[in-house]
């Protein structure tokens, strides 16, 4: 499986927007980046994905580097509910579609 | 609320027994997927169903095992269990299968074995 690379935490203030980095190296041309949280208590939660082009939906935006070798999550005004364990997730095309999860970025929201 | 429910909520029982968690998926979704996260390894992939057959396989014991039934709820069987198989358990939906379809997981269940 592909790896991904985080830090393993960040802290940012509320109502400022949040970078969120990750690196994969080892992406192949097909693999999909997959962005999800688990928030305090709950399962994980889809946030964003792209394969090669920069994506915006009403939760994030997610940049990809030229060379696919890097990308970030950017959460544009952060708010206290965006506290979570954020994870960076390779997703290979074929047939089945397993999510393997990193230890993730731990992200803290300072008031 | 993702539309992926699981049951029950809290489970707690003895070594040596047996269990079985329930996930409804959302309405529509064909793919049932089953992880497992313990706080020594993380969120692990276990197994994924579509439309009843078998897609792909993980980290699952011999001693696990999991069915998706016609009306697209899944099981997993869990047996002779053991202290290290405490852990929360998340099953996950999406409408087909690819990489490019996102999972909704469900509030999970806790599993705790004394």
């Known amino acids: 499986d592909a790896k991904t690379t985080q830090p393993n935490s960040m802290e940012s203030n509320e109502e400022e927007p949040v970078h969120l980095p990750c690196n994969h190296s080892t992406i192949s041309g097909t693999d999909y980046i997959h962005w999800y949280r688990q928030l305090p208590s709950q399962g994980p939660e889809y946030v964003i994905h792209g394969l090669t082009s920069n994506v915006n939906n009403r939760m994030a935006s997610l940049a990809i580097a030229e060379d696919r070798k890097s990308s970030t999550l950017i959460l544009h005004r952060a708010t206290l509910r965006d506290a979570a364990v954020y994870y960076c997730?390779?997703?290979?095309?074929?047939?089945?579609?397993?999510?393997?999860f990193g230890q993730g970025t731990r992200l803290t929201i300072n008031p | 609320d993702s539309g992926v429910t699981q049951t029950p909520k809290h489970l707690i029982t003895a070594t040596g027994q047996r269990v079985t968690l329930r996930c409804s998926p959302r309405s529509g979704d064909l793919s049932v997927y089953w992880y497992q996260q313990s706080l020594d390894q993380g969120l692990q992939f276990l197994i994924q169903y579509y439309n009843g057959e078998e897609r792909a396989k993980g980290n699952i014991l011999e001693r696990f095992s999991a069915q998706q039934f016609p009306d697209l709820h899944s099981e997993l069987n869990l047996s002779s269990l053991e202290l290290g198989d405490s852990a929360l358990y998340f099953c996950?939906?999406?409408?087909?299968?690819?990489?490019?379809?996102?999972?909704?997981f469900g509030p999970g269940t806790r599993l705790t074995v004394l």
């Open positions: 997730i390779l997703s290979v095309i074929q047939g089945a579609q397993k999510l393997v």
């Open positions: 996950a939906s999406s409408a087909k299968t690819g990489s490019r379809h996102e999972q909704f």
